[in-house]
């Protein structure tokens, strides 16, 4: 192999909108850095072959796997992942829907759904239960049976419609 | 699992990308969304020495429609093309359409069209309306560009007319298709279609004057059904009769594989059903 294959490369990544400086071997996906060198480990890691979802995080605001993407893809890019939805010890809307609607229950699902979900809102804010249901297929939880994330998703929706309304009235 | 080691490199232009990959050699190739190449990294099941990410060719992102025709450039995501406008894909609706049965969003907001054509599945949505509209498939190499027709791009299981060093600039869908439709049936939302079928149909005047039929996940490429297409070409009413008709004669056409999973017979009675299903979508269209 030449010398090329074994370099690590110095990356500048935007995560959570500050910036980090790592230098990883190429094939370091961006799930990997995002919890090893960053310590970011609300990102969960499973299948890491695209099927489970619990690796979503966003880049440029975009739902991806970040188990399916190199972190060299993501320089020059806005990465946003569960740590950027709470402030400090308060939750978020969506956070606040899961608990409210029993959405989680190991939690071991849950920060990919979170981001799928804010993700997907931010594009679709007045997605229909049938949308909500579609979009939340793309990830697998083994124990809430999903009917609670898609009531938790579309109460989060109703109520920044609401807020919306009240906004520019 | 872990991808294995290579050496990773951003490509500026198109010119520069080939160049770079036919340098580096066979073990080389391009990293488009990573959709398809990176889960067979993490399985080990490719093993490139080098990736050539093309992301950065801006130049290669766009969906436009003129003169009849649909222009994708390589690059476009099937995200985009699922969220295109009405007037942008006025025509060629099966294109936008047929992206839904795409995996899940975060797997379109990655994946692109040029990378499902260059991994070429035998039931990838993409390669599927390639060859159902004739679509020609523009390429760059350091030795020029050529066109491919859709109809020759597919050579076997995962196998395509492409070298190592040609990259996929744009696909070009040559006319429209106004009742054409896609459909498929798999074993969970966003899986591979076990059985995907597409047809294109002529009508006038409530008749069916003409017609294509392509089926995935029955051959180990996108495989048009001339004994089904015949039907179609006969002038007959279109109605239910006449779908049923050509579903059954796609289902006897074929030669599925069979073997662990869904057998072949499984497979005929989807297509049978498959075949008469978008014939019934692309009359409504
Ligand atoms: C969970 C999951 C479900 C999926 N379900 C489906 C599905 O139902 N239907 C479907 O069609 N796909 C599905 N996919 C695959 C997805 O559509 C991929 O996006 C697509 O197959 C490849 O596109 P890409 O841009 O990601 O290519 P990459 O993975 O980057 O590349 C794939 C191959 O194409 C080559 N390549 C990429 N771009 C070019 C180019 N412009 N010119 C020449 N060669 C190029 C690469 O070198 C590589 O060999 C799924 C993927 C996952 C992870
Ligand atoms: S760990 Fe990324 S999709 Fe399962
Ligand atoms: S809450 Fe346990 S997997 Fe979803």
Redesign the interface.
């Known amino acids: 192999?030449?010398d090329?294959?074994?370099?690590k490369?110095l990356l500048s990544l935007d995560v959570n909108g500050s910036e980090h400086e790592v230098l990883v071997?190429?094939?370091r996906?961006l799930a990997?850095v995002l919890r090893h060198d960053l310590e970011l480990t609300g990102t969960h890691i499973a299948c890491?072959?695209?099927v489970c979802?619990a690796c979503?995080v966003l880049?440029d605001g975009?739902?991806?796997?970040s188990?399916?993407?190199?972190a060299?893809?993501a320089e020059g890019r806005g990465v946003r992942t569960v740590e950027s939805l709470g402030r400090g010890d308060e939750l978020s809307d969506l956070q606040r829907a899961f608990t409210e609607h029993h959405a989680l229950q190991c939690g071991f699902c849950t920060p990919g759904f979170l981001m799928?979900a804010e993700g997907?809102l931010a594009a679709r804010p007045d997605a229909s239960r049938a949308e909500i249901r579609?979009?939340v297929?793309?990830?697998l939880c083994r124990c809430t049976g999903y009917q609670t994330i898609v009531d938790a998703i579309e109460d989060c929706a109703a109520r920044r419609r609401a807020a919306e309304r009240t906004r520019s009235a | 699992m872990k991808p294995p080691p290579f050496g990773y490199h951003r490509a500026r232009d198109v010119a520069g990308a080939t160049a770079l990959v036919a340098e580096l050699g066979e073990d080389a190739k391009f990293l488009a969304g990573g959709q398809s190449l990176i889960p067979m990294m993490n399985f080990r099941l490719a093993r490139p020495a080098h990736l050539v990410d093309i992301a950065r060719l801006g130049e290669l992102s766009f969906l436009r429609r003129d003169d009849d025709r649909l222009h994708v450039g390589a690059l476009t995501t099937h995200h985009e093309v699922e969220s295109a406008p009405d007037r942008s894909v006025r025509g060629f609706e099966v294109v936008r359409e047929a992206m839904r049965w795409i995996g899940h969003l975060p797997i379109r907001t990655r994946g692109t069209a040029g990378g499902s054509l260059a991994h070429g599945d035998a039931t990838a949505e993409w390669c599927l309306l390639a060859v159902l509209l004739d679509a020609e498939i523009v390429t760059a190499s350091p030795r020029g560009s050529r066109v491919i027709p859709a109809g020759e791009a597919f050579l076997g299981f995962f196998t395509t007319l492409l070298e190592p060093d040609e990259l996929i600039v744009e696909v070009v869908f040559p006319k429209p298709a106004p009742h054409a439709a896609l459909t498929e049936f798999a074993e969970r939302r966003g899986d591979f279609a076990i059985v995907a079928a597409a047809v294109d149909l002529d009508v006038a005047g409530g008749r069916v004057t003409g017609g294509r039929v392509v089926l995935g996940g029955v051959a180990p490429v996108p495989l048009r059904v001339p004994a089904a297409e015949a039907l179609l070409g006969a002038g007959e009413r279109a109605d239910a009769e006449l779908f049923a008709a050509c579903g059954r004669a796609a289902a006897e056409a074929v030669d599925p594989p069979d073997g662990p999973g869904p057998g072949a017979d499984y497979r005929r009675s989807l297509v049978r059903a498959l075949v008469a299903r978008a014939c019934e979508e692309a009359l409504a269209r």
Do not use: K
Not at chain 1, 4 to 7: F, L, Q, S, T
Not at chain 1, 62 to 65: E, F, L, T
Not at chain 1, 67 to 70: E, I, N, R
């Open positions: 192999m030449d090329a294959v074994n370099d490369v071997e190429p094939r996906t990997d890491e072959h695209g979802g979503t880049v975009a739902p991806v796997r188990c399916l993407m190199f060299a893809q799928l997907f579609e979009a297929s793309s990830n």
